[in-house]
C-alpha cells in the first residue's frame, strides 16, 4: 500500500477488540497513527482524553452507537471528521464519510483519502 498524503491520527472503534486490533494494524501500515477503543464507553474515553483528525466507527459496534457516537464526535470537536463503517447506504448529518456493509479495507481507505483536511480554522 502507499502512503498517505497526508498523516492522520485516528481513533478506530469496535466492540470486538480482536477486529479492532486488526483493522488498527491495516491502518498503520497504511501510514496512520491509530489508536483503538472497544465499545461505547471506551470511545467516549478516548474521546475526552485525546485529539483524533478521524474517528472511525466499526462494524461490530451496535447500530445505536454508530447512530449517536457521531453526535459525541461533532459535539467534543466539529472538526473531526467521523467515517462509519457498515451503513447501508444511510447517511447521518454527522457522518463524514461512510461504508456499506461487505467493504474491505481498501473501500475504507480510499473513503479517508478522500476526507477533506482539517484546518487550523476548524480547530486542528
Known amino acids: 500500500m502507499t ?7 485516528v481513533l ?24 483503538t477503543a472497544i465499545g461505547r464507553r ?19 459496534l451496535t447500530r445505536d452507537d454508530r447512530h449517536h457516537l457521531p453526535y459525541v464526535v461533532k459535539k467534543i470537536s466539529a472538526a473531526t471528521r467521523v467515517l462509519v463503517m457498515h451503513t447501508d447506504g444511510a447517511r447521518h448529518p454527522y457522518v463524514d464519510a461512510n461504508t456499506d456493509t461487505g467493504a474491505g479495507m481498501e473501500e475504507m481507505l480510499r473513503k479517508i483519502s478522500a476526507l ?9
Not at 116 to 124: F, L, M, N
Request: aromatic share 6%; net charge negative; proline share 3%.
Open 3 to 9: 502512503q498517505p498524503a497526508r498523516s492522520l491520527k
Open 12 to 35: 478506530y472503534g469496535e466492540q470486538d477488540e480482536e477486529l479492532a486490533r486488526s483493522q488498527a494494524a491495516l491502518l498503520a501500515n497504511a501510514g496512520y497513527a491509530v489508536e
Open 42 to 60: 471506551g470511545l467516549q474515553d478516548a474521546l475526552g482524553h485525546g485529539s483524533f483528525d478521524l474517528v472511525i466507527l466499526g462494524g461490530t
Open 116 to 124: 477533506p483536511a482539517r484546518t487550523a480554522a476548524a480547530g486542528a
